[in-house]
């Protein structure tokens, strides 16, 4: 049982590139998030998904993209890289059907912008 | 959506027990409080969750004030593997069907040999 799995594990992007990171979980989870770790700072939630076509902005969207074709897979697309961009990104799924179901990570994706 | 309190850093002989307090005053009746960590460079782990009443599992003890209005994330035996930073997250009443987890900095636990 392989849980959240992304890809890739390290990237660097110059300004005004464009890349998707994947994610995908093989436990059957509806709800799926992305976030985005500064050093030092909490998670931040960039976008979340609530079962296949459905995706829904979090706390900092802008320059990012979704798409929930699957319940497996959920991609996040960054079309035009900023240094601001540079963070580590991680994926998470949950249950939806037990109230207070915890969220499983993947290991992250630390990508810098140059 | 309630908020927490954590101390920024703390410190933890290994094999002692290491509690972990969290303030969260402004906790509704119908939102849990959630405990998760953070080693170095990896993803959260989850740890433990509770609504009102004491809950304990593999891992750890949370233990919950009568009033809810604070937590305590007690680790029986420390190890080194227990260095990380560890979250205190209270989940935000369900608009629809959300569950998104509001994170703040966490308490980073060095565990001392």
């Known amino acids: 049982n392989a849980g959240v799995t992304q890809t890739p594990k390290f990237r660097i992007l110059k300004i005004g590139q464009s890349m998707t990171l994947q994610c995908t979980q093989d436990?059957?989870?509806?709800?799926m998030y992305w976030y985005r770790q500064d050093p030092g700072m909490g998670l931040k939630l960039i976008y979340y998904?609530?079962?296949?076509?459905?995706?829904d902005k979090g706390e900092v969207p802008n320059g990012y993209n979704v798409s929930r074709s699957t319940t497996e897979d959920f991609p996040l697309r960054l079309e035009l890289a900023a240094p601001s961009q540079t963070s580590v990104y991680f994926c998470?799924?949950?249950?939806?059907?037990?109230?207070?179901?915890?969220?499983?990570f993947g290991q992250g994706t630390r990508l810098t912008v140059v | 959506d309630a908020k927490t309190t954590q101390p920024t850093s703390m410190d933890c002989a290994e094999g002692r027990a290491a509690n972990l307090p969290c303030n969260h005053s402004?906790?509704?009746?119908?939102?849990?409080v959630y405990w998760y960590r953070q080693i170095h460079s990896q993803g959260p782990q989850y740890i433990i969750h509770g609504l009102k009443n004491n809950e304990t599992n593999e891992m750890a003890s949370l233990i919950i004030t009568e009033d809810r209005k604070s937590s305590t994330l007690i680790l029986p035996h420390a190890t080194l593997r227990d260095t990380a930073v560890y979250y205190c997250i209270v989940r935000p009443s369900n608009a629809g069907n959300n569950r998104k987890l509001i994170w703040g900095l966490g308490t980073s636990l060095g565990v001392n040999p």
């Open positions: 402004t906790i509704s009746g119908n939102e849990y």
């Open positions: 436990m059957n989870h509806n709800y």
């Open positions: 998470a799924s949950s249950s939806r059907d037990r109230a207070g179901a915890e969220a499983f």
């Open positions: 998904s609530v079962g296949a076509g459905i995706t």
